[in-house]
């Protein structure tokens, strides 16, 4: 079952996999983090001109990881937007994918929290470090692999 | 004497002297040592305790910083970011600095030396026996981190392991809830009483 975007994509020979529908029946595509961003671009010109939210998280345990952007197309007069979600997967070893910083500036944050936390480093990113935790920290905390270090205040706070 | 004391040590250590008179030192102990990886400051002699610790596992032995004269704060103005290398917890704190313990100028131009202040709330009952177990603990943790970056990650690393090292000191009964302590509120764990059992309980009447 393909949905629209999934068809018109497809129309014009763009490769991604479609990966269902989620609960609220928004269609989920999944695409290379190599075409992610020329993609990006064509969606933005298809009318997506939001970016709702960015996020990312550990598939599984020595699987990838993955980054899910969820678009929005913002029209006047329109009370049911077009929605879509995009998950782009990258390897555990070597995670990398492009930035969509330069297509919708709002993901600045996002991506940066998701660098901070999953260690996904986002190609061409103008200021990719560390948000939440310290600049120092050393490991990626929402991996499923990570061992939180045994630092006294975190249990013991006075 | 009380034990508040401000400990320095270095690759090369030294101890310094507690000093006696100072009132606001009275509990204070601070510690200082110098972190290997930023200079290169007596090395033989860091040799020669690493040898001494494979002999002697049980303390490593203390190579406190030579204490020095007219210390003057340096770089802790605004222009240096108006903040410092540090692990602060409540009994431990660490410093990437030459502190003096007299008169507690804050010299931030050594970074090769880190400074621990042992227990500044004095919730403690320390003597200067335990406090050297902290001291000699913390050697030992300085010479284990050699290599790695000064970053306050690692800082943060000593100074759990010590304050867990304090905790652990604690439950053995090594040291005491100070009772006088300013703040009375075990950060610890609850304080045991310790009950002459003779095998039973006494009857409640």
Redesign the interface.
Known sequence: MQGRLSVWLVKYGIIHRSLGFDYQGIETLQIKPEDWHSIAVILYVYGYNYLRSQCAYDVAPGGLLASVYHLTRIEYGVDQPEEVCIKVFASRRNPKIPSVFWVWKSVDFQERESYDMLGISYHNHPRLKRILM?E???GWPLRKDYIA?????IQ?A? | MAATSINMASTGFSKLGWSNGQKHLKKRSLFSISAQQVEVQEEPREVDSMNQKQQAEATTPLRPVEPQLNVKSKNMGREYGGQWLSSTTRHVRIYAAYIDPETCEFDQTQMDKLTLILDPTDEFVWTDETCNKVYSYFQELVDHYEGAPLTEYTLRLIGSDIEHYIRNMLYKGVIQYNMDAKVLNFSMGKPRVGFNYDGQLQDVQ
Do not use: A, G, T, V
Request: charged share 20%.
């Open positions: 310290p120092s920290w050393i270090p045994n630092f006294y205040e013991d006075h």
